[in-house]
């Protein structure tokens, strides 16, 4: 936890850019039956039955300082899919920097052997040699800013039935470009002080 803070509270350095990851999955829902419009004093309605679409999974890449995010929506979550993606990070996001420090949790497909799935072992090494991994710690998701991402574009896009994933990546690409042009960056005010104030009682007591 304290390493994951000491590097949000680090100066923007685009060399060395901070990106936080993570992903969501969305089920897709068709309906069965038109909604019915609003009208003056009624809101529109729908009814409670509807169909099964399939679900679509979504990454999240966010670099806080920046205040951009960039959002992909693929049809698995799987090790190659997440490979895919961290090199389009590294070679089309960031070719530039001299190296990404990508904040994420611990899921099993999110290391360095997921690369070597999907790519020959040159490939995957040039790739590794790209990224500084820096996992958040077991039920410490909340230190994961792309989390919080993943948060408002549920409350801001995706509370409502999507009937397919053609629809679902337009949506969610509008929802990218319109808080990207914003590009506020994070206001991460949770430091290493405030950790070891409320959150005292995880920390091991030393006897004097």
Known sequence: MEGILEIYHR???PDYPV????ESSKQMLKEVRVPISSKPGKPERFDTEYERNGTSNIFMFF?????????DITETRKAVDWAHQVKDLADHKYPIAKKILLVQDNLNTHCGAS???AFAPEEARRILNRIEFHY????GSWL??????????GKQCLNRRIPDRSTFKMEVKVWEEKRNAVALPMNWRFT??????KLKKLYPTIDS
């Open 63 to 71: 670099e806080p300082l920046a205040g951009k995010r960039f959002v």
């Open 136 to 139: 958040t710690p077991k039920h």
């Open 19 to 22: 990106v936080c990851m993570d």
């Open 11 to 13: 100066p923007y350095n």
């Open 192 to 197: 290493t002080d405030n950790a070891r104030i």
């Open 144 to 153: 994961n800013m792309a989390e919080i991402e993943l948060s408002i574009l």
């Open 115 to 117: 690369l070597y799935k």
